[in-house]
Nanobody, 126 residues
Framework: QVRLVESGGGLVRAGGSLRLSCAAS????????MGWFRQTPGKEREFVAS??????YYADAVKGRFTISRDNAKNIVYLEMNSLKPEDTAVYYC?????????????????????WGQGTQVTVSS
């Protein structure tokens, strides 16, 4: 059974940093895309970042502040978040793709991903 478990969320002041982790189990994803999305109440879940091999993508809102990285030996994906803003407050979800849909280039779409974690809350105070 595949599981994705996020950790590292919390409360931080604006300008601060957090590092989220997502540990995968049940299979390896070293040759598959993994990504991060976020969601606030009443809004759709939105793309944050994704990575497969050397290909990395970021949402414009986080570009230059967030960094996605992977430790394939440990089957973990990270999201380093710096210069946090109150508008970064959200539940952050880890996702993994195995179906091949990532090859379409639609890395930003929810439907591209096959597995999801339960989410971790990030709150940035002003």
């Amino acid at each position: 059974q595949v599981r994705l478990v996020e950790s590292g969320g919390g409360l931080v002041r604006a300008g601060g940093s957090l590092r989220l982790s997502c540990a995968a189990s049940g299979r390896t994803f070293s040759n598959n895309a993994m990504g991060w999305f976020r969601q606030t109440p009443g809004k759709e879940r939105e793309f944050v970042a994704s990575k497969r091999w050397s290909d990395t993508y970021y949402a414009d809102a986080v570009k230059g502040r967030f960094t996605i990285s992977r430790d394939n030996a440990k089957n973990i994906v990270y999201l380093e978040m710096n210069s946090l803003k109150p508008e970064d407050t959200a539940v952050y979800y880890c996702a993994a793709e195995t179906s091949g849909r990532y090859n379409s280039g639609k890395y930003y779409m929810l439907g591209t991903y096959d597995y999801w974690g339960q989410g971790t809350q990030v709150t940035v105070s002003s």
